[in-house]
């Protein structure tokens, strides 16, 4: 009912030409209808909200669910078209959509009316310009320079037809929205965890500024290398800020064997450590489809971790699991063992069971989804029931208190003032909740030659590798990753090779779960006879004729490997997106990036 009267009040303010920016003739609803009083500013404010495709900012439920499909730790049913030379450009390229930003902008310029007490006005100005940060802050992160527009156009204005507002001048604007929003905004608790609260501005505000201020510093070319500590500070001041005062606590019921998976499948979001969700609810019919995306054979796009990335998860004991002796030739069901707890509660391994009817049973990998053997849980609920269609009734989190932490942790390491109390705060707390033993209370000082030699071989500082495995593994699947890679300046990750688990021996069945239960057998000839329960995967160098995408890295045993047959390029052009050839054709001023 409350979106039914939203509808009507702003028939005549929501329209839009095919520019989304100008003015439009309005209706005969009147603007003292919607600004003259509280009630109406707060239910045009709820349009911020909106899951709209064409007016929505804040991402839904499957943005986040699908979020990492594109990651340099993903291997996938198919290789993305953005990475394969001469399948993706200006054509192919989306995201350039302005209604989001006239909604607002049209709320900004006619929220005057003095039937309203200024105070409530600014409470309102600030919800609109928080909103108008994160879809600034999205529009730069895709495309880079945009135009910075702060106010509502004429269809005859030449401003629709400028050229690109400069980098530093849109998210300068950016900033000032954000400190506009927390001077401003009043609401400081929300049970829901669905509502904007000073909190969740402080948070934006960190996230943002740690992407501006490492983008600046690791990509040189833009010579705002001396501007990067500014953002960095800003960074770890409003993560501060949510540390200090927002109340947030690491999520620690179940002890480190549940309490970081109950964050994703719980049903009402877990408030001491989610800050904003996107909230299920059976009874409205506001359900996901998370599990069937994640355990379809053909819905899905079948993300499997990669074993490179799986080697970053520590031992218990806090040592990296890449200095045990052996590590490359351990099975799947030993390589697991004696893990930081998060990986269990990430990917099937162990004894993870689901629930089919009223019974429980042992659930292994499954090669009819994953390529690799290391197939994510993170975001399924356990009961098989959810497996088809939109059924999922988990909350799925926008932000959390741990993101802030490791924003905290980040900006502090980049300016070199982080500390042993500030590693005990951040990262010392993360593992702890995921069951690793030491290390805790002191940041390290020898850097991790693998994290080294395989992601960051230009970064020293033990403290900031740490803080960046910390990273990928505290947010995998979230849809942190591929923006990470952009702002590090780390693009040639995505050309990593799509490997898997380890397998000993062709025709040796293998039992995943040490359930006593063999699982899967590897072949390149098909035998004869077939053992019940065993799924038979195909890793002969060709199939009825055609290249075997799935292979082993030795031919007779090794990792599997899946798609290294199809070239994946990482150029330095697809660290932006290319402006979409119909709006250069609308506004040729607009240019296009470098390479595109």
């Not at 005549?12 to 003739?25: F, H, K, N, T, W």
């Not at 500013?41 to 709209?52: G, I, Q």
């Not at 770890?236 to 800020?241: R, Y």
């Amino acid at each position: 009912m409350r979106n039914q009267v939203l509808g009507i009040l702003l028939a005549g303010v929501l329209l839009a030409g095919c520019s989304d920016l100008e003015q439009m003739p309005q209706s005969t609803a009147t603007g003292s209808v919607v600004f003259g009083s509280e009630n109406g500013l707060a239910l045009y404010a709820n349009s911020f909200y909106t899951t709209d495709d064409n007016l929505k900012i804040l991402p839904t439920s499957g943005d986040i669910i699908r979020g990492d499909a594109l990651a340099d730790y993903s291997a996938r049913s198919q290789v993305d078209d953005f990475l394969r030379e001469g399948a993706y450009g200006p054509r192919q390229s989306t995201g350039w959509n302005w209604r989001p930003l006239r909604n607002i902008n049209y709320f900004l310029e006619n929220n005057t009316n003095p039937n309203v007490s200024a105070e409530t006005r600014r409470h309102y100005n600030a919800l609109a310009r928080f909103f108008r940060a994160w879809f600034y802050f999205d529009k730069v992160k895709r495309f880079g320079d945009v135009p910075w527009y702060g106010k509502t156009l004429a269809i005859d204005n030449q401003e629709l037809y400028k050229a690109r507002d400069p980098r530093t001048m849109v998210m300068d604007s950016v900033l000032a929205d954000l400190n506009y929003a927390a001077a401003n905004l009043r609401t400081t608790t929300d049970n829901s965890r669905s509502q904007i609260t000073k909190s969740i501005v402080y948070g934006l505000k960190s996230r943002i500024c740690l992407f501006e201020g490492t983008f600046r510093k690791y990509h040189t070319s833009y010579n705002l290398q001396n501007t990067a500590n500014s953002w960095l500070s800003e960074a770890a001041s409003a993560a501060e800020t949510v540390i200090k005062t927002g109340g947030f606590t690491l999520n620690e019921a179940g002890g480190s064997e549940a309490s970081y998976r109950q964050l994703f499948i719980s049903t009402t979001p877990v408030t001491n450590e989610i800050m904003l969700s996107s909230v299920a609810d059976a009874t409205l019919n506001v359900l996901h489809d998370a599990n069937w995306w994640w355990t379809s054979a053909t819905y899905g796009s079948r993300v499997s971790f990669i074993r490179t990335f799986v080697n970053t998860y520590l031992n218990t004991d806090g040592t990296p699991f890449t200095s045990k002796e052996g590590y490359q030739t351990l099975p799947f069901a030993e390589e697991v063992k004696n893990r930081d707890k998060r990986l269990q509660q990430t990917i099937r391994m162990g004894n993870y069971k689901r629930i089919n009817g009223n019974v429980q049973e042992p659930a292994p990998p499954v090669f009819s989804y994953t390529y690799t053997g290391y197939q994510p849980i993170k975001w399924t609920l356990d009961d098989v029931f959810y497996d088809g269609g939109s059924r999922n009734t988990n909350s799925i989190s926008l932000m959390r208190y741990a993101e802030i932490l490791l924003n905290y942790a980040e900006a502090k390491a980049e300016l070199g003032t982080f500390t042993d109390a500030d590693w005990t705060l951040t990262v010392g707390a993360l593992r702890k909740r995921a069951g690793i033993t030491a290390g805790l209370t002191a940041k390290p000082t020898v850097a991790d030659p693998y994290l080294q030699t395989n992601y960051f071989p230009g970064i020293s500082d033990a403290a900031l590798l740490e803080i960046r495995r910390e990273r990928g593994i505290e947010l995998a699947l979230e849809g942190f990753r591929f923006y990470d890679i952009v702002r590090w300046n780390r693009g040639s990750l995505m050309d990593q090779k799509w490997n898997g688990f380890y397998v000993p021996a062709l025709n040796t069945p293998l039992d995943l779960n040490s359930d006593g239960i063999n699982d899967v057998l590897f072949y390149k000839v098909r035998p004869a006879t077939q053992l019940p329960g065993v799924t038979y995967i195909n890793v002969a160098e060709t199939v009825n004729g055609v290249v075997n995408p799935q292979r082993l890295s030795n031919d007779t045993s090794g990792e599997l490997t899946w798609l290294n047959n199809i070239p994946r390029r990482w150029e330095a052009k697809h660290y932006l997106y290319p402006i979409p050839e119909a709006d250069r054709q609308m506004n040729p001023a607009l240019g296009q990036n470098p390479g595109w």
